[in-house]
């Protein structure tokens, strides 16, 4: 009876143990937008005034860090009737150029009430920081009528369950 006391122990220590306050999943609902996601820690915002794709746009950054990863959604607002894919085509070039990005795999991914289009992937690679420490990145362009956004995770090494769990928790009106 002692040996399973202990075993009974020992179970309800690591499972306690993988409760652990790093990744304290909380949802955010964007207010522009209507778009809900999870963010594993509490995101700080900014607002930039950006020129992507000859648009001058108002770009809003949520982001925080957990563990050794950070975790981004930046987004903005087209005029009206201007196309999202070129403008999603040319973030994504950049991101993946300041990134010094290698080893680059895109994998199809739709997200349900995201409008579907060549732009709607998974992006995985290898990079380097501005002070040339390397990461590994993990990116996610979508666009829903005039919105466009990106969802990111960079991390000094893959974080594959936490991006899984990061990019599954946005949900679109």
């Known amino acids: 009876m002692p040996n399973l006391s202990l075993a ?4 309800l220590t690591s499972a306690l ?3 652990s306050p790093t990744f304290n999943w909380r949802e955010v609902r964007l207010e522009q937008s209507a778009v809900a996601l999870l963010f594993p ?9 950006v ?4 648009q001058a746009l108002s770009m809003t ?3 925080c860090s957990a ?3 950070n975790f981004a959604l930046t987004y903005a607002k087209l005029a009206e009737g201007g196309s999202p894919d070129p403008v999603l085509a040319r973030w994504r070039e950049l991101t993946l150029g300041n990134l010094g990005a290698q080893d680059i795999r895109d994998l199809p991914y739709p997200l349900p009430g995201a409008r579907s289009g ?10 380097r920081r501005p002070d040339g420490s390397s990461l590994v990145a993990q990116a996610f362009w979508f666009t829903q009528d005039h919105w466009i956004y990106q969802a990111s995770v960079l991390a000094e090494r893959p974080r594959s369950a936490e991006a899984d769990t990061f990019f599954a ?3 679109l009106p």
């Open 51 to 54: 020129q992507l794709d000859g």
């Open 41 to 49: 820690c509490k995101p700080d915002s900014q607002v930039r005034q």
């Open 169 to 171: 928790g946005i949900r």
């Open 67 to 69: 563990g050794d990863a």
């Open 17 to 19: 143990g993988g409760c």
């Open 118 to 127: 060549p732009q709607s992937i998974r992006v995985g690679a290898a990079g």
């Open 61 to 63: 950054l949520l982001g």
């Open 8 to 11: 009974a122990l020992l179970l």
